[in-house]
């Protein structure tokens, strides 16, 4: 090859060098801005619209009414609506029913969590290991959180009334009033009742984490003279960890929207207040007293507390 050759290769490598790094600079900012595959935006763009649409607005608007002073009006009528600062919080604040609300479903949460992480996991694992009967037993626990809640309280307060077969077996041992007009036994019933209808959608997430758990774990512990509970304990428990913390979350953010419940069970409140919630009393407050501007101050302070409660949890259980 002459000389004049290879220096016109050399010039003609050069110019491909040098105009092929920028089109790699446009590539990799559209890469940083895009991503590696930008037909993924194409097909979450319904999704993101739909999750602006129905939620993130709906939350922006409703912390923009908690600081106005906002009512309902009927459509095409335009009035004012000042800004109020915290007005609406120190309202909500020093209204002893509302923060007796929040203490109610704090203990609602005491009791359900728990009760929904140890007897999901427990059933899991226990349905996990039986060789016969599997579907069938998966089926029928999952039967009552896929059922109507109207149906399924109907079975409940059969159960938990006066006269109902509970307080048939208790006799002299069940509690006068009864469990759901007791105020000091209301809301650690209706935790119980969502405890047992949610149970069934928690022992499938257990279950689905089970099946990644090697069995040659289990074996191993057993040939160095684990027994059983020393499997589960050393084993088990750590191998679902990131399912229990996904079951605390999910259990916290349904407990703390609890609504339904209360108010087919105890008729909303009863007895005397025992079985509020902040979320019934949002109801209360913006649909039936007209009050939005107030509702929603009530629905942003629930908001922060459940970040901060599931904050907390999601630290505990993922801690080491």
């Given at each position: 090859?002459?000389?004049?050759?290879?220096?016109?290769?050399?010039?003609?490598?050069?110019?491909?060098?040098?105009?092929?790094?920028?089109?790699?600079?446009?590539?990799?900012?559209?890469?940083?801005?895009?991503?590696?595959?930008?037909?993924?935006?194409?097909?979450?763009?319904?999704?993101?619209?739909?999750?602006?649409?129905?939620?993130?607005?709906?939350?922006?608007?409703?912390?923009?009414?908690?600081?106005?002073?906002?009512?309902?009006?009927?459509?095409?009528?335009?009035?004012?609506?000042?800004?109020?600062?915290?007005?609406?919080?120190?309202?909500?604040?020093?209204?002893?029913?509302?923060?007796?609300?929040?203490?109610h479903v704090a203990e609602f949460l005491v009791i359900n969590v728990p009760l929904t992480v140890v007897i999901s996991l427990l059933l899991a694992t226990a349905l996990n290991s039986v060789?016969?009967?599997?579907?069938?037993?998966?089926?029928?626990?999952?039967?009552?959180?896929?059922?109507?809640?109207?149906?399924?309280?109907?079975?409940?307060?059969?159960?938990?009334?006066?006269?109902?077969?509970?307080?048939?077996?208790?006799?002299?041992?069940?509690?006068?009033?009864?469990?759901?007009?007791?105020?000091?036994?209301?809301?650690?019933?209706?935790?119980?009742?969502?405890?047992?209808?949610?149970?069934?959608?928690?022992?499938?997430?257990?279950?689905?984490?089970?099946?990644?758990?090697?069995?040659?774990?289990?074996?191993?512990?057993?040939?160095?003279?684990?027994?059983?509970?020393?499997?589960?304990?050393?084993?088990?428990?750590?191998?679902?960890?990131?399912?229990?913390?996904?079951?605390?979350l999910l259990a916290i953010i349904t407990g703390a929207n609890l609504f339904t419940e209360p108010y087919l069970l105890t008729g909303g409140g009863g007895p005397n207040g025992a079985s509020?919630?902040?979320?019934?009393?949002?109801?209360?407050?913006?649909?039936?007293?007209?009050?939005?501007?107030?509702?929603?101050?009530?629905?942003?302070?629930?908001?922060?507390?459940?970040?901060?409660?599931?904050?907390?949890?999601?630290?505990?259980?993922?801690?080491?």
């Amino acid at each position: 090859m002459s000389q004049d050759t290879r220096q016109r290769g050399a010039r003609g490598s050069g110019r491909i060098a040098s105009s092929a790094a920028p089109r790699g600079r446009r590539r990799s900012r559209l890469e940083r801005l895009l991503g590696r595959h930008p037909v993924g935006l194409l097909l979450t763009a319904p999704y993101a619209v739909f999750v602006a649409a129905i939620f993130l607005y709906p939350i922006g608007f409703g912390v923009w009414m908690s600081f106005h002073d906002f009512f309902f009006t009927a459509p095409g009528v335009d009035v004012p609506t000042p800004f109020v600062g915290f007005d609406n919080y120190v309202t909500v604040l020093s209204d002893p029913d509302i923060r007796a609300s929040f203490l109610h479903v704090a203990e609602f949460l005491v009791i359900n969590v728990p009760l929904t992480v140890v007897i999901s996991l427990l059933l899991a694992t226990a349905l996990n290991s039986v060789l016969h009967w599997r579907g069938f037993l998966r089926v029928s626990y999952y039967v009552p959180y896929v059922a109507a809640s109207v149906a399924m309280v109907t079975v409940w307060m059969f159960m938990f009334n006066s006269t109902g077969i509970v307080n048939q077996i208790l006799g002299p041992l069940a509690p006068d009033p009864s469990w759901l007009v007791s105020k000091a036994w209301a809301m650690p019933s209706i935790a119980i009742y969502v405890t047992w209808k949610q149970l069934g959608f928690f022992i499938l997430l257990f279950l689905a984490a089970l099946q990644n758990v090697p069995k040659e774990l289990n074996e191993a512990a057993a040939m160095d003279g684990a027994n059983r509970w020393q499997c589960f304990r050393t084993v088990t428990i750590p191998a679902v960890r990131p399912a229990t913390t996904l079951v605390v979350l999910l259990a916290i953010i349904t407990g703390a929207n609890l609504f339904t419940e209360p108010y087919l069970l105890t008729g909303g409140g009863g007895p005397n207040g025992a079985s509020t919630t902040p979320v019934f009393l949002l109801y209360q407050q913006g649909i039936q007293q007209g009050n939005p501007d107030v509702a929603s101050a009530i629905g942003v302070l629930l908001v922060i507390a459940v970040l901060a409660i599931t904050y907390v949890s999601r630290k505990v259980t993922e801690r080491d």
